[in-house]
């Protein structure tokens, strides 16, 4: 049945998460729109069709599933954060400047990085890192002169060292001290070398956020100098004589913030810190004001861990005005203001593409049976309850009764009293049960958890070609929710309310928890497979984290990647820029320490072997060390005999 791609826009809530870079398309397809403009029609039309960019990918012979990463979503999310901070500083005649760094570790990909310091040129954007090999990537990688490269996360005497020839290398950095002892080091170390560092020091916030990670912050965090701590920094600094150098004052008080009142508290403890410590005659020109900046991935706009209640507008004006405000009645210079946004400048711009490769749903198999003349007791038993219901007996009575059928025909088959056939037979009763409660639920009156979860019992299992541990690994580990979403057939009803499983081993290889109508469903409205057509998922809001988190639970690497840019003159608009191939088979088992040189050579053995036993035949035995060596070249996921592909 035909719908109106404005439902289907209702019923995967693509408008209220997508912040207008992905829309429906009359053709009933997903639309990826890199211009951030707000006018949803004009974006569709002008939007890249991802189906084509499927095509595309496919017709070069890349396999599933693959990542999407949209560039030009990524530079106009670095465009609009400086932009927001730009305009919010003028229109509130703010006196500092917006100097925003992009923390390394939210999505590490050399491409990525390059694009946003490219995209950043024209606004001094900066890095963040928070390791050595971060580090490393931030001295080759921050190339816009005068950006800052703020180093944060614990420090060794290489790290310092490493940091110091950045600085030698007139680069812009600061040390963040994020425990006293590392400010001693530093010291020592720096004055071995013969280089003044730039120091900001990580405040230990007193104010408690609220959201997943709350707990960075607290007076239990992890991090940071409490103000003790920050005193006795100054003391030694002074002692130094290099109270001069201390320039930044840095906090972070969690990823995903939900609730605007967190940073509004947040800026306004760290603005009457700064304004005290400037009255001691501290230099501080900047305020580092973290990470934190929300995504609203189930689009309700609420404090809900995986929302946010803010716009990027309204969080830009609470920094700015906050600072402003504590700043005038203590009389203090407006500081250069930093952020670490890294989640709200990734998460859009890439997605996971998913075939759907198989159905699973028990309920739906029928057993055909002839019955025999004498019917087991627990047969007739469950067979009654399918005239019972008719009769319009109580719904959870018959519940009740045909679970507890189903029970004790599995312990009579334990002990030998029930045959093969018969417990077939009860079982494709059972479902048949099930299906008829679950159609008198709709009687609009109250029903039990039990009976709302009916309908979830009969739902299909849609079987996908990727990884929840390699792909989606929040939505394993942290019940983060992800927007999923068909990539076309949006202008079709989805008939089939269906949860995911992946191609793991794991019973945890699932996601059962989606953005529905009307909040978080354990179910996903789905269509229909057709024989012979491909139905793909997309996975979207995974550039932060998801992309780079991912582990090699049952050797399943690095998926294939695909890098697309917006060109007007293209016929269907874009172009493939660059294909990062995933990881072989190969290269998995060698992070394993396995050899695949020594296994082949093994195999190639053991097969010679059968070969001079007259086992298999030579001609076999050359086939089989070729497939062999092929599979070890080949993509780790299904329908796949090529490296990477
Ligand atoms: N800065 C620091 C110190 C962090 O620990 C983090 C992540 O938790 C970030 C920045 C990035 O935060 P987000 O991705 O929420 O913007």
């Not at 609220?210 to 030694?236: M, P, T, Y």
């Not at 469950?382 to 009764?401: G, S, V, W």
């Not at 195999?603 to 086992?615: C, H, T």
Request: proline share 3%; glycine share 8%.
């Amino acid at each position: 049945m035909a719908i109106d791609i404005k439902k289907a826009d209702q019923i995967y809530r693509v408008s209220r998460w997508s912040d207008g870079y992905y829309q429906i398309g009359e053709n009933g397809n997903l639309h990826v729109c890199s211009n951030h403009s707000g006018n949803s029609k004009e974006q569709a039309q002008d939007g890249i069709d991802i189906r084509a960019v499927i095509e595309e990918a496919k017709s070069n012979e890349i396999r599933f599933p693959m990542v999407l990463r949209f560039h030009d979503v990524l530079r106009d999310k670095v465009v609009t954060i400086n932009e927001t901070f730009n305009r919010t500083i003028k229109e509130y005649n703010y006196q500092g400047k917006f100097c925003g760094v992009y923390p390394i570790k939210v999505n590490q990909m050399r491409e990525v990085v390059e694009e946003i310091v490219d995209a950043g040129k024209p606004y001094g954007f900066g890095l963040e890192a928070g390791s050595k090999a971060e580090l490393l990537s931030a001295l080759a990688y921050n190339t816009n002169r005068g950006s800052l490269t703020i180093l944060n996360g614990y420090k060794d005497e290489e790290y310092i060292r490493l940091a110091l020839l950045g600085i030698k290398m007139k680069r812009n950095i600061v040390f963040v001290v994020e425990k006293f002892s590392e400010l001693e080091n530093l010291i020592k170390i720096s004055k071995e070398v013969g280089v003044e560092p730039t120091i900001g020091i990580r405040l230990r916030m007193m104010i408690k956020a609220r959201g997943r990670w709350q707990s960075s912050s607290g007076i239990r965090a992890k991090f940071g100098l409490g103000i003790a701590e920050v005193l006795n920094a100054i003391k030694l600094l002074e002692q130094e004589g290099l109270s001069h150098c201390f320039s930044l004052l840095h906090f972070h008080i969690g990823s995903q913030l939900t609730d605007i009142r967190s940073i509004k508290e947040a800026v306004s403890e760290a603005g009457r810190i700064y304004a005290k410590l400037r009255h001691k005659g501290l230099p501080i020109e900047y305020i580092d004001v973290g990470g934190g900046l929300g995504v609203d991935y189930d689009g309700s706009k609420s404090t809900s861990d995986s929302s946010k209640n803010y716009s990027l507008e309204e969080y830009v004006a609470d920094v700015v005005d906050g600072l402003q405000q504590i700043c005038d009645l203590e009389s203090v210079p407006h500081p250069n203001i930093v952020t670490e946004s890294g989640r709200a400048l990734t998460a859009h711009h890439s997605c996971l593409i998913m075939p759907v490769v198989g159905e699973i749903n028990p309920s739906a198999v029928k057993h055909q049976f002839e019955s025999p003349k004498k019917e087991h007791i627990l047969v007739q038993n469950m067979r009654e309850l399918l005239t019972i219901i008719k009769q319009k007996r109580n719904l959870q009575e018959t519940f009740n009764d045909a679970v507890q059928i189903q029970e004790d025909s599995v312990s009579a088959f334990k002990l030998g009293i029930l045959s093969l056939e018969e417990m077939a037979e009860i079982e494709t009763l059972y479902w048949r049960v099930i299906k008829r409660i679950n159609n008198g639920l709709n009687d609009g009156k109250f029903h039990s958890d039990e009976l709302d979860k009916v309908e979830s019992l009969l739902s299909s299992q849609y079987l996908c070609n990727f990884s929840v541990f390699q792909s989606a690994a929040d939505s394993w580990a942290i019940d983060q929710v992800l927007p999923i979403v068909p990539i076309s057939r949006l202008n079709e009803q989805p008939t089939k309310h269906c949860s995911l499983v992946d191609i793991t081993c794991d019973s945890d290889g699932k996601i059962d928890k989606f953005i529905g109508e009307h909040g978080i469903e354990s179910t996903l409205p789905l269509h229909p497979l057709k024989d012979g057509e491909d139905y793909y998922l997309g996975v979207f809001l995974t550039g932060a984290y998801q992309d780079v988190m991912g582990d090699m639970h049952n050797l399943f690497g690095r998926v294939n990647e695909v890098h697309v840019f917006k060109s007007d003159s293209e016929p269907e608009g874009f172009y493939i820029e660059e294909v990062v191939l995933g990881s072989t088979a190969k290269t998995v088992l060698s992070t394993m320490q396995y050899n695949a040189d020594f296994m082949a050579r093994r195999v190639k053995r053991l097969i010679d072997k059968n070969i001079s036993k007259g086992e298999i035949g030579p001609r076999e035995g050359v086939r089989l060390v070729d497939f062999y060596e092929k599979c070890l070249a080949s993509y780790t996921y299904l329908g796949s005999n090529e490296a990477g592909g």
